[in-house]
């Protein structure tokens, strides 16, 4: 915003209007990779893309029109980008998120043993149930700088006066009881850096359990799913062959003897974000091009 006064009599309204474009579309091309360095640099565009675009934009209206239409124009304005392209946007990142949605963010496991808990006894068939749960977790070591994306967890961490209370006294902290299944700590422990059938094999049962697991979605035993009216919270058995098939599954659905590494098995449970990020970002590059060849520097209308 602080640059907008300086950039406009240097290069003119229409420049400053095709860098906001030009910024917008480049913003979308680099949250389309998977670079961390590449969604940081799209964050640092944000000012230039509104600025340089929507202010930029109501100041061009407000240039063009004749004098008896400036407030009607800048009324239009506001309509079209902040009403109707808003929910025409809204509707079609909808569209997309849900067209490119995850592969596998979801497996199916027995969750029968559990099902009287859920159930208050009462069950509906004497097969076993089974449930839709999130696929196991396959976290970063913990000095990544990925972990400072979850702002909330690292300023709580830096604010925990009661922890800090406890260090000085020397008090030690209770360990909390509850299973989390971690892959990736799972494997280091195993010394691998990939996820094969044989270090799966090479993992115990108990390694496999996960308490405190929501599920809304039932499978019955002739496959059809219910979705319960309130989620139940239980603990989960992951079974290694189930996880085996999982694995083949992501990696093709070919090889028995496959190897993921952490980034495929976490791509198989992202939304596709290329595509969802690519399809707006040309578009925007395809009006940038439009308004580069008809568009012209307005002059004053008084």
Same mark, same amino acid.
């Given at each position: 915003?602080?640059?907008?006064?300086?950039?406009?009599?240097?290069?003119?309204?229409?420049?400053?209007?095709?860098?906001?474009?030009?910024?917008?579309?480049?913003?979308?091309?680099?949250?389309?990779?998977?670079?961390?360095?590449?969604?940081?640099?799209?964050?640092?565009?944000?000012?230039?893309?509104?600025?340089?675009?929507?202010?930029?934009?109501?100041?061009?209206?407000?240039?063009?029109?004749?004098?008896?239409?400036?407030?009607?124009?800048?009324?239009?304005?506001?309509?079209?980008?902040?009403?109707?392209?808003?929910?025409?946007?809204?509707?079609?990142?909808?569209?997309?998120?849900?067209?490119?949605?995850?592969?596998?963010?979801?497996?199916?496991?027995?969750?029968?043993?559990?099902?009287?808990?859920?159930?208050?006894?009462?069950?509906?068939?004497?097969?076993?149930?089974?449930?839709?749960?999130?696929?196991?977790?396959?976290?970063?070591?913990?000095?990544?700088?990925? *972990?400072? @994306?979850?702002? $909330?967890?690292?300023?709580? &961490?830096?604010?925990?006066?009661?922890?800090?209370?406890?260090? /000085? +006294?020397?008090?030690?902290?209770?360990?909390?009881?509850?299973?989390?299944?971690?892959?990736?700590?799972?494997?280091?422990?195993?010394?691998?850096?990939?996820?094969?059938?044989?270090?799966?094999?090479?993992?115990?049962?108990?390694?496999?359990?996960?308490?405190?697991?929501?599920?809304?979605?039932?499978?019955?035993?002739?496959?059809?799913?219910?979705?319960?009216?309130?989620?139940?919270?239980?603990?989960?058995?992951?079974?290694?062959?189930?996880? *085996?098939? @999982?694995?083949? $599954?992501?990696?093709?659905? &070919?090889?028995?003897?496959?190897?993921?590494?952490?980034?495929? /098995? +976490?791509?198989?449970?992202?939304?596709?974000?290329?595509?969802?990020?690519?399809?707006?970002?040309?578009?925007?590059?395809?009006?940038?091009?439009?308004?580069?060849?008809?568009?012209?520097?307005?002059?004053?209308?008084?």
């Amino acid at each position: 915003m602080l640059a907008l006064p300086f950039c406009i009599p240097r290069f003119g309204l229409k420049n400053v209007l095709l860098i906001g474009m030009a910024a917008w579309s480049l913003r979308y091309f680099l949250f389309s990779t998977p670079y961390f360095e590449a969604a940081l640099a799209g964050l640092l565009l944000h000012g230039f893309c509104y600025t340089f675009l929507y202010v930029a934009a109501y100041m061009y209206a407000e240039k063009v029109a004749p004098a008896h239409l400036k407030a009607s124009a800048q009324s239009m304005m506001v309509f079209l980008l902040l009403g109707v392209g808003q929910v025409l946007g809204g509707y079609s990142f909808g569209y997309m998120f849900t067209t490119h949605s995850p592969k596998h963010a979801t497996m199916i496991v027995n969750v029968d043993e559990n099902w009287d808990a859920m159930s208050n006894g009462f069950k509906f068939s004497e097969s076993p149930f089974s449930a839709h749960v999130p696929t196991p977790q396959w976290s970063e070591d913990e000095d990544s700088i990925y *972990k400072y @994306l979850d702002l $909330a967890a690292v300023a709580n &961490e830096w604010l925990d006066v009661e922890e800090a209370v406890n260090k /000085w +006294l020397g008090v030690e902290e209770k360990e909390s009881t509850d299973r989390t299944v971690d892959l990736g700590k799972l494997l280091k422990a195993l010394g691998e850096t990939s996820l094969t059938p044989a270090a799966l094999d090479k993992m115990q049962d108990s390694d496999l359990v996960q308490d405190g697991v929501k599920i809304s979605k039932m499978v019955t035993c002739c496959g059809e799913g219910f979705t319960l009216d309130n989620a139940v919270t239980v603990s989960v058995q992951y079974n290694r062959s189930d996880l *085996k098939d @999982l694995g083949k $599954a992501m990696a093709g659905g &070919e090889a028995d003897n496959f190897s993921l590494s952490r980034d495929q /098995w +976490l791509a198989a449970q992202s939304h596709n974000w290329t595509q969802i990020w690519r399809v707006p970002a040309i578009f925007i590059a395809a009006c940038f091009v439009i308004f580069l060849l008809l568009g012209r520097n307005p002059k004053d209308n008084t």
